[in-house]
């Protein structure tokens, strides 16, 4: 077996011999490389080289005994990885190791035509980056390496990096042989990222699982921060299956990282690479454009179509040429090694009241502990099983001490840093770049850590109750009625996928205004007319990184919308239009002069009213440029629109000419428009209503409430207020038969089939289409539903 070898001379077939890394690159190099994917060139030194080292220098015997030092617990593990790493770093190269490394760097130099080429020297363990290790921050890479005795050095140092502390933990946690390890060095021509940006990116959602998304992390300069955790990058999350579609930009969301600080090339003091901080414009920059970002995306489907796994990426920006680079992809380990056949949900228990502090949610678990500040390596003694750790970045060293904790929170780091990485990998809880977690939180203070929202993490004050299901995927039944969910945040919508749900019966716009746009459309539009110097401020501030300020109404409601489609695509996602009341308008930022005073806002200007009004019809143009651009730019032609509170057909037929107006015509490119059924004259009037819609979705709170003339928001008459009462039920049961009698399907979008069975069996009986749930509902209505069928079908035989 040869001491070196060339990456277009491997393959997958050599991890034996070259490591799971340069395995990887030798695989991309000749079977993507000619797809036009841009991998630097390079070579490996070989496990071979590695074990002629340790036998030149008799090393096996010592560091065997140094392990059996610490395994019998007459030494600890941190004098133990020291011992091994002193014994590598004093021995000498043999003459023919050291020889194949200097001359195979020489032909590197000379195909660059570069003398002491700048390059990556990366540790890769010959059993690392399989399915089930991922070793992830274990061993050393070292960058900007340039000349033959440097290059040789690291070369060591990356030989000793094979005993530190965390590696030496992690391989007795998965069972290796530490002598059966060896260490292979790949030696890759070094891009000039640090004036242009590099980064990470997974081919699948990393904290739900979700398959079909490219999720990309981006920093300005060399990509350790991001790894690191040091800083906050961008992110950005894109839509696979419509990646190669004309015409189509499958961006569902950009998120601007602060991206504090850079790292950068240093030729002086022997240091290689340095931190510097970035600039006002590069902090308010995105690293890639959309260009970019659809080619990394592209790229990243090609390497996962070719290895047939969901995989881990590290991608570099050459500043000088702007061409993009793959330096590393492995397999990913976390959701791969799930059995996929189980589906566990989180809740916090009664009513949510707020945390305390928020951040990126790793994980989707919900745990209680006591706080527990790390600011240095001799902060680690103090934590134990009750312990959440608290720090500013985890460190790689702290990994063996990490293991034991019940979760995990930081100041800064992204979805892809080592903290969020190693969080996944053990099964820990985490909420990352909180900002300011360890100012806030106070030492021993008893928290509770929820990930149960899936994008965003929250920090509880005390132990809160919660509860946890466990879900059979494969136990569940099929029943013939369509069992879809309600959805309201971005966020959680790709928590949901692995259920067996047909769709979104009722996406609420509203939610997405009010949590992520947080300011009045119209006040947007007519900035210079806000009154207030601190409403005007807080947009300002609110929309700077924006072209114009409709931009940012339309981006941030886009991606919200985009979001929630994609989690079920291609199946039917249904987007109510804003629903909001007179005063729940008036609390966004800018509203409360915009807004009359209503006396009952329940009854008054809501819904379709206000979507042909002049006083909010440019709003309302707004949210129909926002849905125009999920459907035709992004590309998810299975969003449906759905009216609500539409009052009378010249109504519909008012509002559907505003559509028009805005590039929204019922029928071209296949859009469907609904309407929610939630007044008496709509089950009146369906068969002249479905004149104008292809759908009703009845929404059984307000149709109760203005059935039975009782607000649905009393104390006084809550006892009245029953979806099953005789009237409402007539209701549904005459408003489903004429729609079906015009040609329109009915869907149902409320709380009473979760709640009561026998009213999962009257909808089933009355013909209903489909049936739209909370998610933490959605299996158990499926399962009444099915009974329900089944109850039906004997009573026919």
Known sequence: MELVRWFQDLSMEDVGSVGGKNASLGEMSRNLAPLGIKIPDGFAVTSKSYREFIKANKLEKPIRAELRKYTDRSQTLKDTGLNIRSLILNGIFPISVAEAIRSNYRILCEKTAVRNLSVAVRSSATAEDLPSASFAGLHETFLNVQGKEQLLHMCKKCYASLFTDRAITYRQQKGFDHMEIALSVGIQRMVRADRAGSGVMFTLDTETGFPHTVLINAAWGLGENIVQGTINPDQYTVFKPLLDKDGITPILEKKLGSKEQKMIYVSDNGTRTKNVQTSVEEKSSFVLDDNEILTLSRWAARIEEHYRKAMDIEWVKDDQTGDLFIVQARPETVHSAGSGTEFKSYRIAGEDQGGILTGISIGNSIV???????????????????????????????????????????????????????????????????????????????????????????????????????????????????????????????????????????????????????????????????????????????????????????????????KIGASQYPKPVIVRTSDFKTNEYADLIGGKNLEPHEENPMLGWRGASRYYSNRYREGFALECRALKRVREKIGLDNIIIMIPFCRT??????????????????????????????????????????????????????????????????????????????????????????????????????????????????LVECGIDSISVNPDSAVEVLRHVFKAEQHQHQAVI
């Open 649 to 762: 057909t010249k109504e519909a037929e008012w509002v559907l000419e505003e559509m028009e107006k805005n590039g929204l015509k019922r029928g071209e490119h296949g859009l469907k428009v609904y309407m929610m059924c939630e007044i008496p004259s709509n089950v009146i009037l369906a068969e002249k209503f479905a004149r104008y819609f292809d759908g009703f979705s009845i929404g059984s709170n307000d149709l109760t409430q203005l059935t039975l003339g009782v607000d649905r928001d009393s104390t006084e008459l809550n006892y009245l207020f029953d979806e099953n009462d005789e009237a409402v039920r007539e209701s549904i049961r005459e408003v489903i038969a004429k729609a079906h009698k015009a040609g329109c399907t009915v869907g149902f979008c409320g709380q009473a089939p979760s709640d009561n069975p026998e009213y999962a069996e009257f």
């Open 368 to 562: 209680h502990g006591k706080v527990r500040k790390v600011h240095h390596a001799s902060d680690l003694e103090s934590l134990d099983e009750d312990s959440i750790l608290v720090t500013q970045m985890t460190e790689p060293d702290w990994v063996p001490a990490m293991k034991n904790v019940k979760g995990i929170i930081t100041d800064s780091g992204g979805r892809t840093c080592h903290a969020a990485i190693i969080s996944r990998e053990m099964g820990i809880p985490a909420v990352i770049g909180t900002k300011v977690a360890t100012s806030i939180l106070k030492e021993g203070k008893e928290i509770t850590l929820s990930c149960a929202g899936s994008d965003e993490g929250v920090i509880y004050e005390g132990y809160l109750e919660y509860k946890m299901d466990t879900i059979n995927l494969k136990q569940l039944p099929e029943p013939r009625t369509p069992i879809m969910i309600n959805l309201a945040t971005p966020e959680s919508a790709l928590k949901w996928w692995q259920l067996p749900t047909k769709g979104v019966g009722l996406a609420r716009m509203e939610f997405i205004i009010s949590n992520h746009i947080k300011v009045h459309p119209m006040a947007l539009i007519h900035f210079d007319d806000i009154i207030e110097e601190s409403e005007r401020e807080q947009i300002r501030r609110i929309t700077k990184t924006y072209r114009n300020k409709e931009d940012f109404f339309i981006e941030k409601l886009s991606s919200g919308i985009a």
